[in-house]
């Protein structure tokens, strides 16, 4: 059985990179449209906390 040579290996590892941006770029875009559903549907608000703040009980 021969190894698949040099080139082979090269356009696995940039056809997985590819793939790769697209899955985090369109989970991105995914979070953005849902967030406001997602924070309606569970009461959610947006809070914010500096290092100084206590912690919360």
């Known amino acids: ?14 056809t997985s990179s590819v793939v790769a941006a697209v899955i985090v770029a369109l989970d991105g875009t995914v979070l953005t449209v849902a967030q406001p559903t997602l924070r309606r549907d569970f009461g ?4 914010r906390r500096t290092p100084t703040d206590p912690p919360p009980r």
């Open 44 to 47: 959610a608000r947006a809070a």
């Open 1 to 14: 059985m021969r190894r698949p040579g040099p080139a082979v290996g090269r356009r696995l590892t940039l």
